[in-house]
């Protein structure tokens, strides 16, 4: 039945002008001389749209056949059903009677169906007739009416307090008022929660979705004074945001009970507030759950300070993970305790490993000469590489290029290196580029900061790289090129002629020098250039991809801002290209 339902809300009606004329006939029929005949017609008119059902019963009142009257009662459907329901009238009697005879436990899933049928209606002709029906006697069509306004909301949600008031409808009053949206219920609804009872729940649920208005210190009080009213009491509270932080922090001492539920409230609001209330309640609770999470997403130093003098006691446990967790809770006043942990003597390389950017993260400038002493030890340079970079001082960019020089490229230490700003480092990097065979330092490194501070020496050495094709440059050609690219001049003129004219017997090299005369505006050379992209001559230019394509595709890219001309220039070589 419940199919039978939304099929017939949801299927396309009939014109109705065409049933219409079909009414007189089948109303006449009900008083014919054949059973069947007149059975046939009433069947045939309760399945007609419940619209349609005024006109029947006004059809019958003007007929004198007894029969006729008798069996238009049986398809009548009383206001304001036939504006509400978009089904058949047999289906729409049959919804009724179940609703206003029926048990309550049975009432349900009718609702549930009847409401569907409304789906589609018009808002503004439903709403009228659904608050019309809340002063219906009978409790089955006021729920329907309630449920139904949960779909369609009222603009006058002050009508439907008082159904608070009544056991079977408090529930679907309460979904009401939420779809109404409107908070000027609120302190009504506050009274019907204090009071406490059975409406208090329903009215509960309301206040969770507005909020508790100005009634914080009230809602807080049936927190502490109703037991049965506390959990939900508390989840209102959060609904008023930093305004409850205050409620809130004095229930933890108060409500011990429900000590769970209110950290989680005052995590969620996350005030700093908050956190002495915090520390006093797991200072009670030493061993909660949740202890370590919660006031490390407060930052609390105290706790940062107290997870470090227990990491101290076991440092061969010792993890950057937490370590960093300390850091972010504790800030700089951790300093004095790293700094003093890390001079006592005889600390192992293990445990210093872990400290030495913990101290660059909670240090002060004045550390960086200790962190540079550090560099000096080999097992610790990548750690104080960290450590000088998360410390952020530009001072010590030279003795951290020193370091890098000497290293074995540890992540750490090229994270802190390319951060660097490059002002002060060209001797530095001409002193890599010129040899980068005799160094293990990480070339994209280097060259990241060559293209933040490209200086005319630095540039002149990528061209000479480019150009001489060392083997140690084969890995470093694609990028140089990508920073010339990016930064030619029409003073580059003599080095990008050279590189056109370079007499390597693939198009490597020329390639380079085809590209930045296209980038620094040389029509000519455009022709060429895609004629080799397009495969017409061999190179050998590895980037994020070893294969030609793969660097076809970014030399395309590199030179895409180059205008029309080259645009052209592609789709004529793409064109000639065989296969």
Known sequence: MFALFILAAAAPQQEDGTLRARLQELVRKLGDDDFQTREAAEKELLALPARLAPE?????????????????ARVALAEPWPKLLACSIGEARQGVHRLTNGPASERTPWIGRMVAALEGQNAAAVVPALEGMLASPDVGAKEFALAGLAR????????LLPFFDQEDLRWRASEALIAANDSSVVPKVVEIFVKGGAAAHPAARVLEHFGPGDAIDRVASVVREKEDLS??????????????????AALLAQKPKYGAELVRALEELGGEGSLPALRAWFKEHPKARDRDRVLYTFRDREWAREKLAEARKQDEELSDLVLDEIAAAGGPALRDDVLGWLRMPGLKIGAQLHLLPLLGA????????????KLKERRLRNAAGEALGRLADPSHARALMEAYKKSDSGVDLQRAVAALPADAL???LLEILSDPAGYRADGDVVLRLVGRKLT??????????????EIAWTSLRAEALR??????????????????????????????????????GDTAAA??????????EKFFLPHSTSSEWGASAHLLKWAAPSGATWTRAVAEAWRARPG
């Open 456 to 469: 005319p020496r630095l540039r002149e050495t990528l061209y000479k790289g480019i150009l001489e094709g």
């Open 152 to 159: 369609f909301p009222t603009r006058d949600p002050a009508r």
């Open 231 to 248: 959990g939900v009491g508390i989840r209102i509270l959060v609904r008023a945001g930093a305004r409850a932080e205050e409620a809130l």
């Open 527 to 536: 022709p060429e250039l895609a004629r080799i992209l397009a495969g017409q």
């Open 426 to 428: 060209e001797e530095d």
């Open 56 to 72: 029947i019963a006004a059809l019958g009142a003007k007929s004198d056949d007894l029969e006729v009257k008798t069996r238009v």
């Open 483 to 520: 920073i010339l690219v990016e930064n030619v001049r029409p003073e580059d003129r003599l080095w990008i002629d050279k590189l056109r004219a370079h007499p390597r017997k693939d198009a490597t090299v020329k390639v380079c020098g085809l590209l930045l005369a296209v980038r620094s």
């Open 362 to 373: 909670v240090g002060r400038t004045e550390d960086g000469a200790f962190l540079v002493e």
